[in-house]
Nanobody
Framework: QVQLVESGGGLVQPGGSLRLSCAAS????????MRWYRQAPGKQRELVAG???????NYADSVKGRFTISRDNAKNTTYLEMNNLKPEDTAVYYC???????????WGQGTQVTVSS
């Protein structure tokens, strides 16, 4: 059974930092493209960042220069380092795995990030 388990969310003040983790199990992690999405109340889910199996990364314009996605294939884990957080970053953050070859996808359950003073 495939599981993606996010952790690291919480309440942080504007300008602060958080590091999200997504631990994967039940799949061959190294072949999956990993992405982070987020969904704020009343808004559509949006792509935040992605990292391919070979380590190529992409980011939403709104987080470029502030967020960094990475992966550790030995630990079956992907990370999202978030710096200089803003209130508009408040959302539930979801981990997502996809194989580009056949389109198999999995979602995590989400972790809440709240940026507020």
């Amino acid at each position: 059974q495939v599981q993606l388990v996010e952790s690291g969310g919480g309440l942080v003040q504007p300008g602060g930092s958080l590091r999200l983790s997504c631990a994967a199990s039940g799949l061959l992690f190294s072949i999956y493209t990993m992405r982070w999405y987020r969904q704020a109340p009343g808004k559509q889910r949006e792509l935040v960042a992605g990292i391919t199996s070979d380590g190529s990364t992409n980011y939403a314009d709104s987080v470029k220069g502030r967020f960094t996605i990475s992966r550790d294939n030995a630990k079956n884990t992907t990370y999202l380092e978030m710096n200089n957080l803003k209130p508009e970053d408040t959302a539930v953050y979801y981990c997502y795995a996809v194989t580009i070859a056949n389109g198999v996808t999995f979602w995590g359950q989400g972790t809440q990030v709240t940026v507020s003073s």
